[in-house]
């Protein structure tokens, strides 16, 4: 394989509905943002492109990705589609880095897009419940939040975490959105505001759970040669990784932690391991990205995190299974501070505030998460990061985080079914 | 009839555009789980080979890839996690608020989703015993069992 490079990003501002706009033109919008950004590349340097949307319900047009290859203007170049759930997105970016890592393309684009406003909320999360087994788990009651409830029930239980610490992760990331004109969300909240909004799934709260989107984003990834040739200041991908987990938590083993380089067996000599308060497939994306990008203990090694917190509680959880903390010190991590921007007032006393921000963009809690999209926010984000960009892109510096050198992103599905993890330098 | 076409907006032009079908769905393998339920059985699946014990159907084995045999799982069992969902899916909404569990039995290395009825949801916890419930008249569906508090049995 050889070195792959990120070149390009571009994003629509994510909103409830864009009813004015269709698919392609919100795909189209990010592209011209992207290829405006990279001014040295032209349309013919493109080898192909890899699209990712979630639900053909939400669409309701099959081959979609197909409509937006021709409205780019791409055909008759080489062109697939990817749908893997929440994760589409990440598994979309990890598909174009195929492309180019195995020689097939020299540029590869990778873009999503999910246009989710055409049902409303609640038949929206029945079309996402689909996404659990509909002969066992849909017709009980499907509903995702309960599912994620129903998971971090089950970390209370183990591991002592707290609503409040759930609601420390709402109050950082809408927080961090106030300084992202891309997000849906922005907000000043406070522990206590997340827990009196409305409840959804005991002991999950409005503000505890993402909002459905409309939106689009775009990645453009080269070799090495090109991104030399056109783009100043590249950013290399360094590691990919990916898991998966059995479609039905209910069938999820109760057995061993797949360790990481800087953790012990003796660390987890009571712990039933993932049961269904863990992703192991979460964890498996981090060890495989880890060993690919050389990164012996990642807190001490990242810069910052961009991860899918659908939830309050799963970003809590993906603390755990990223190896930032010991499986069950999530709640304790949040509370220590070390997830949020240095420099930002989150109305919190924070004895470690910044030390390695997570979701410094809002994260899906507060930029929305239009599904096929999504991983691809959280790529684009992370390519203004380690280019030193955020300023240009957002209009104001308060995000950018300080010297930042690597990142990692993280895409999730399902209740944990498929899950990528990539590690994207500044070079 | 045609009633005509419903507008939402003009500028854009939004229209309402229905849809809905009809499957033929088969359980396929998994079939005697539900004729079971009919009956009053909970079946799991245990493997052949390596005598893991599935508390869902499964034909194959998850770990080692042998075929599986039903056995009918104990009647009762304890709640391992749980959530009461105040809203849900829309076809659900009309059912709010209901109360999830996964159940855990003696006897079966992995759980099983299903409603817990007959309690207030602020009186639900992990480890609370539970017995299951069978519909008397069957819709062939996995909520064709459901479970309640068993000291209410």
Known sequence: MRPVYMIGGGITKFAKAHPGKDFRLMVKEAYDYTLHDAPRLSKDMIDGAVGSYFSDHFTRQLKAASMVQDYLGLCPKPSKRIEGGGATGGLCFQSAWEAVASGRMNCCLAFGFETMSRVNTWKGNEFIALASDTNFDFPVGGFYSGYYAMMVQRHMYEFGTTVEQMAMVSVKNHANALHNPYAQKAKRLTIKQVRESPMVATPLTMEDICTMSDGAAVCLLASEELAEKVCDRPVKITGVGSGSDAMRMADRPHGKVILLPHERESDYQHLKYPGVHSFRGGRMAAKLAYEMAGIRNPLEELSFVELHDAYTSSEIQTYEDLGLCRYGDGGRFIESGVPFLPGLDYGLALPNQGQLPVNPSGGLLACGHPVGATGLMQAVFAFWQLQGTIGKHLNNERLQVKNAKRGLIHSHAGTGTYITASILEAS | ?153
């Open chain 2, 1 to 153: 009839m045609d009633k005509g076409t419903v507008l939402y907006g003009v500028d854009p032009l939004i229209i309402l555009d229905h849809y809905e079908i009809d499957y033929h769905h088969s359980y396929a393998q998994d079939s005697p789980f539900f004729v079971g339920l009919t009956k009053g059985q909970l079946l799991g699946s245990r493997c052949t080979a390596c005598g893991y014990t599935y508390a869902t159907p499964r034909a194959h084995c998850m770990g080692c890839g042998a075929a599986t045999s039903w056995f009918a799982l104990p009647l009762t069992g304890r709640v391992h996690t749980f959530t009461t969902c105040h809203y849900g899916g829309e076809i659900f909404l009309k059912e709010t608020p209901f109360t999830l569990i996964l159940v855990e039995f003696d006897g079966a290395d992995t759980l099983f989703l299903s409603r817990l009825k007959g309690i207030q949801p602020d009186a639900v916890r992990i480890g609370l015993p539970v017995i299951a419930r069978f519909a008397k008249a069957p819709s062939f569906k996995v909520t064709d069992v459901w479970f309640e508090p068993a000291d209410q049995a």
